[in-house]
Nanobody
Framework: VQLQASGGGSVQGGGSLKLSCTAS????????VAWFRQAPGKAREGLCV??????????YYEPSVKGRFTISRDSARNTVYLQMTSLMPEDTAVYCC??????????????????????WGQGTQVTVSS
């Protein structure tokens, strides 16, 4: 059972990156999937979450990324994506994904404590230069 985040890199301000969160050993469609980031010296920050397909793949975004980031799911690839556009230096952080119970309202609004998430992926570094 593994969750793997990938796709990070270095980009200039205003650029774009697409991150992937791929599951192995379990079906990602059984879960809501959230993206988080953590910048040096800062707390882990929830960015967005996508509901399970049974719950319509509905997405929720924090104001800091709404309109710039898009979360999506490819069930055939057992993968959730995070398309990031209009990147700013303050988006520099380690990005990771996590799964949560599909019916949890707290998970679906990023209000759940971090220990309520069931699986965490390794992070991927995103660096945005000015």
């Amino acid at each position: 059972v593994q969750l793997q985040a990938s796709g990070g890199g270095s980009v200039q301000g205003g650029g774009s990156l697409k991150l992937s969160c791929t599951a192995s050993g379990f079906n990602l469609d059984d879960y809501a999937v959230a993206w988080f980031r953590q910048a040096p010296g800062k707390a882990r920050e929830g960015l967005c979450v996508i509901a399970s397909p049974v719950n319509g793949n509905t997405a929720y975004y924090e104001p800091s990324v709404k309109g710039r980031f898009t979360i999506s799911r490819d069930s055939a690839r057992n993968t959730v994506y995070l398309q990031m556009t209009s990147l700013m230096p303050e988006d520099t952080a380690v990005y990771c994904c996590a799964t949560g119970w599909a019916r949890s309202a707290a998970i679906l609004t990023l209000l759940a404590p971090l220990d309520e998430y069931t699986h965490w992926g390794q992070g991927t570094q995103v660096t945005v230069s000015s």
